[in-house]
């Protein structure tokens, strides 16, 4: 590199042209300044968003989506304090994300700097790697490791602090630069034989199943799940919401999961979303595979599972597959009951949400919800964005669309319009359903404003029970109807807050206009927000029985 009248930031954008970086989400700040100097003679953009953590969300969304690093640029000390809590739901749901942090400037740390504090500590807990770059000339090479880190293995949420003299000074004679290998995820590689008998004692079983973790959810994840599941004939399920075996969007699936008699972990966690693998949700008798990237994880399941746990190969998900398919010569073999009876599980809804009558005032979130399917239906590269409590659940079970973006395992709520703006960028021309709740729609209503200013539509559809519903029903499943407290809202005109932001908003609350309100609104080529009534109903708790 040609270091002459360089300073660290130059080094820094060099690094992100290698790695092939266009889009940067971000909030401004005085200790990123020499970042967006140097930007801004190039080709990268910048979606400058309203809030920090909306920037976070927008990079976790962009990485589901393109199966890209996500990049987040945010200032230092409280700046970074608030990108802190996206990235809890970034590693939950296993996507590759580098939240890159001004810094007070090492030559001060100590001496009471502006706005200083221990940020790489703090980021530490929610990520695979959190540090402090200290020198000009690692500013390049540093990038690229947190690149590498965030995308190997499990994916998830790497953190680094760009103090700001380190990127203001000159950049040294001679700078090593990374270059396009530096940003490869590391691959591990299977050991064969063990996954000869690995596929062997699953293979054994009547009933096998094979559960997968959140990073296989995206489209071309959910792709290479279906040819697995052709060449090995065993029912294959991925799971990512905090219900966990409850999930609204796997129909029945607890039903089947109950009498399956060998179940294959293919990255899947043994956390509380399988009920810590342990009976009535899973037989006793259950034995238990397991292919992990983490030895960590793999210590854990050992703890949960015990001797059950006849099996475990640590090698990175992907790499696991496709070495599998090749095990069985990418050959599909003949669809068995078993995996007839597990799709029908899944796939079942109840027949009385095909025959609720027209309603007016509020309505039931089915009515809310299923005109919807129409719209992602339209084009082969739809986005569904679910996030909310009670109604996050509705979503998933009443929509479906090739791509699916949700607040995950974290079970946090807050996301959905960043991840929405995000969306966009991402697929220019698909539409985009997020669904939220009442609840939701304040913790992150202003980033309207940023898809406003960059003209990036969608289709933002708020539930309007007027209460935090979810925990509404906890109070009163656990503590009874007359012991409710702190869930009310006031049943307010969120459209309102969208045309006042300069976007669409529809207000509906007849079931019957569910379906032209929302094609008015995409037809309007803003971000539109409709704002439906509904009844205030828990989630749905699928049974065919």
Same mark, same amino acid.
Not at 78 to 83: D, K, S
Not at 209 to 215: C, M, Q, R, S
Not at 293 to 302: F, G, M
Not at 337 to 354: G, L, M, S, T, Y
């Given at each position: ?25 971000? %909030? +401004?700040? $005085?200790? #990123? ?17 309203? !809030?920090?953590?909306?920037?976070? !969300? ?6 589901? %989506? ?21 990235? /809890? ?24 700097? @502006? ?27 540093? @990038? ?81 799940? =279906? ?17 966990? #075996? ?6 029945? @699936? ?21 009920? @810590? ?18 030895? +960590? ?11 059950? %746990?006849?099996? +475990? #190969?640590?090698?990175?998900?992907? +790499? ?10 990418? =050959? ?21 949400? =095909? ?30 964005? &679910? ?11 009443? %929509?479906?669309?090739? $791509? ?36 939701? *729609? ?11 200013? /960059? ?38 005109? /969120? ?5 006042? *932001? ?16 929302? =094609? ?24 065919? &029985?």
């Amino acid at each position: 590199m040609n270091t002459k009248n360089k300073t660290g930031a130059h080094a820094l954008i060099e690094a992100f042209e290698i790695a092939g970086i266009n889009k940067i989400f971000t %909030l +401004s700040g $005085n200790h #990123i300044m020499p970042v967006y100097d140097t930007i801004f003679d190039t080709k990268i953009d910048l979606i400058h968003t309203r !809030h920090e953590a909306a920037a976070v !969300h927008m990079a976790d969304s962009w990485a589901r %989506l393109t199966g890209e690093v996500g990049i987040a640029l945010v200032t230092g000390g409280p700046g970074h304090a608030n990108a802190i809590s996206a990235l /809890y739901t970034a590693s939950m749901a296993e996507s590759p994300v580098v939240l890159l942090s001004g810094h007070a400037p090492i030559g001060q740390l100590g001496k009471g700097a @502006f706005q200083e504090m221990d940020q790489a500590a703090i980021a530490a807990p929610l990520t695979k790697a959190s540090w402090v770059c200290q020198k000009t000339e690692d500013l390049a090479l540093d @990038f690229a490791k947190a690149i590498r880190i965030a995308k190997s293995g499990r994916p998830g949420p790497v953190h680094l602090s760009l103090p700001t003299d380190v990127l203001e000074s000159a950049l040294p004679l001679n700078t090593t630069m990374p270059t396009t290998s530096s940003f490869s995820a590391e691959v591990s590689i299977t050991d064969t034989a063990a996954l000869e008998i690995l596929m062997s004692e699953l293979h054994k079983s009547s009933k096998p199943l094979i559960l997968t973790g959140p990073l296989m959810q995206s489209k071309p994840g959910r792709m290479k799940l =279906k040819e697995l599941e052709k060449v090995t004939g065993i029912p294959v399920v991925g799971m990512e919401s905090p219900r966990g #075996i409850g999930d609204p969007s796997l129909g029945a @699936f607890a039903e089947v999961l109950s009498q399956t008699d060998c179940i294959l972990l293919l990255g899947k966690k043994t956390d509380f979303t399988l009920k @810590f693998a342990q009976s009535p949700g899973i037989q006793k008798s259950c034995k238990f595979l397991q292919i992990d990237p983490d030895a +960590s994880e793999i210590e854990r399941a050992k703890k949960v599972i015990g001797e059950r %746990l006849a099996q +475990s #190969i640590q090698a990175d998900v992907p +790499s696991a597959i496709e070495a599998i398919i090749r095990l069985n010569n990418a =050959k599909a073999i003949p669809t068995s009951h078993w995996q007839n009876e597990v799709v029908d599980a899944i796939a079942f809804r109840p027949e009385a949400w =095909k025959k609720l009558p027209p309603k007016t005032g509020t309505m039931h979130p089915v009515q809310a919800l299923a005109p919807l399917q129409e719209i992602l239906d339209s084009h082969p590269d739809s986005v569904l964005i &679910s996030d909310g409590g009670e109604i996050g659940q509705w979503a998933q079970a009443c %929509l479906q669309a090739p $791509n699916r973006v949700i607040n995950g395992v974290a079970g946090s709520i807050g996301s959905a319009l960043p991840f929405a703006t995000a969306a966009r960028v991402a697929k220019p021309h698909s539409p985009i359903v997020a669904v939220m709740g009442d609840g939701t *729609f304040g913790f992150h209503s202003a980033e309207i404003d940023t898809a406003v200013r /960059y003209k990036l539509p969608f289709l933002l559809v708020v539930g309007n029970d007027a209460r935090w519903n979810a925990e509404y029903q906890i109070q009163v499943r656990e503590y009874g109807q007359d012991r409710t407290i702190g869930c009310e809202l006031l049943p307010s005109h /969120y459209e309102k807050v969208s045309s006042a *932001f300069g976007g669409h908003g529809e207000f509906v609350n007849d079931s019957t206009e569910v379906l032209p309100a929302a =094609k008015r609104a995409m037809e309007s080529k803003l971000p539109a927000c409709m704002n439906i009534m509904i009844d205030g109903l828990a989630a749905p708790n699928i049974k065919r &029985s």
